[in-house]
């Protein structure tokens, strides 16, 4: 689906964004992309849209250039950034337009998303709020059913039932040929749908692993103390989450929040384990 061999990127040359980043995105996964603020998350959601351009080494998705921004891509990729301009039309107007450029979409699937957020099509995006704009967006990504989806903090303005709502038709929306990137802070809000999880760093990937190929080898518990091989703790009602090697393999279930934590506290440890 995404191959990235040795791929560089900076805005400014002394200051790069990725230095040779080398990786492999699979379909029939939802990725769940996290890192700190300024690691370049959203500039690699634009290199893979071809919003942006490598300065050196290769970027095929789906044996397309992304740069080159070829129709035949175009048409199997969709990408909604978390800030967006919108149109003076009415939502259902704006996706009547918008659909006929991808091949599978379908008007009824996206009205029966617009009606399960909550949305009136009939109303102009413009009049919207921050948050129904975002539930109409969301909507018609998902109704144009491409091969590649791109989500950049969708769950950003979602109120406590609409992250739900998001949660179920994002995986009802999965299939074995699709690939889905969702780059989130709101990792609470994902926690049960993204599997693999990729952690950028500054220049390249820390970690793009299964959930399985983690709780292999980390084990995720709240204990009344630390232990003295805790590769990461903090307080947690009823003492601590902590994240420790787990060389029997007992079953335990990922928290994302430690496991971001604990990556970014053991960068040399992590990229031994898991690279």
Not at 157 to 177: M, Q, T, W, Y
Not at 200 to 214: D, G, H, K, P, T
């Amino acid at each position: 689906m995404i191959e990235i061999e040795n791929m560089s990127f900076w805005y400014k040359e002394k200051s790069k964004v990725f230095d040779s980043l080398t990786m492999k995105l699979e379909p029939g996964k939802i990725y769940g992309l996290l890192g700190e603020n300024g690691v370049g998350k959203t500039t690699f959601l634009r290199l893979i849209a071809g919003l942006l351009f490598p300065e050196d080494g290769n970027c095929t998705v789906m044996d397309y250039t992304p740069g080159k921004r070829q129709p035949g891509f175009l048409s199997k990729i969709f990408y909604l950034p978390e800030e967006f301009m919108v149109t003076h039309q009415k939502a259902d107007e704006y996706a009547r337009n918008v659909g006929p450029f991808y091949p599978n979409f379908e008007y009824n699937h996206y009205a029966t998303l617009m009606q399960e957020f909550g949305v009136d099509g009939e109303k102009k995006l413009h009049e919207m709020s921050f948050g129904q704009k975002k539930k109409a967006m969301i909507s018609l990504a998902l109704a144009c059913n491409t091969e590649l989806l791109l989500l950049d903090e969708p769950t950003n303005g979602l109120d406590i039932p609409s992250k739900s709502i998001f949660r179920r038709v994002v995986a009802r929306a999965a299939d074995e040929n699709k690939c889905i990137i969702i780059s989130t802070h709101q990792v609470r809000d994902l926690e049960f749908l993204i599997d693999p999880i990729v952690i950028l760093e500054r220049n390249n990937v820390l970690l793009n692993e299964s959930v399985e190929s983690i709780t292999r080898k980390l084990k995720f518990a709240v204990l009344p103390y630390i232990p003295e091989d805790a590769l990461y703790s903090e307080p947690m009602m009823g003492g601590y989450g902590v994240v420790v090697p787990n060389p029997d393999g007992e079953e335990s279930k990922v928290n994302i929040e430690l496991l971001f934590n604990a990556a970014i506290a053991n960068r040399a440890r992590f990229a031994e384990w898991f690279n």
